[in-house]
């Protein structure tokens, strides 16, 4: 299991969002990415307050969206992870 912490995981996603490589950025929401196996990443406390402090929207809220599916999934709770999954591929992006 990766050992990959919150802030590791959401420092790499900046990095690679503020460069612009969006394949980069797609490997980062991805739930085969090493952030996926990392508890600290989906159980670590104030997960949303986290991000909101550090990416603005539409971001924001597309992470939280993939967080919240990792948690249901680590949960064994796949209908509710796929309502997060869906409402992030959903996401109206303007």
Known sequence: ????????????LDDVLQAGEGESVSECLSIQHDHAASSKVYSAPNVESTVKKRFDQP??????????????IHRDNFVEAFKHHFALVQYPFS
């Open 1 to 12: 299991m990766s050992g990959l912490s919150l802030k590791q995981y959401l420092n790499e």
């Open 59 to 72: 971001w924001d809220e597309v992470i939280i969206l993939h967080i919240r599916c990792l948690q249901e």
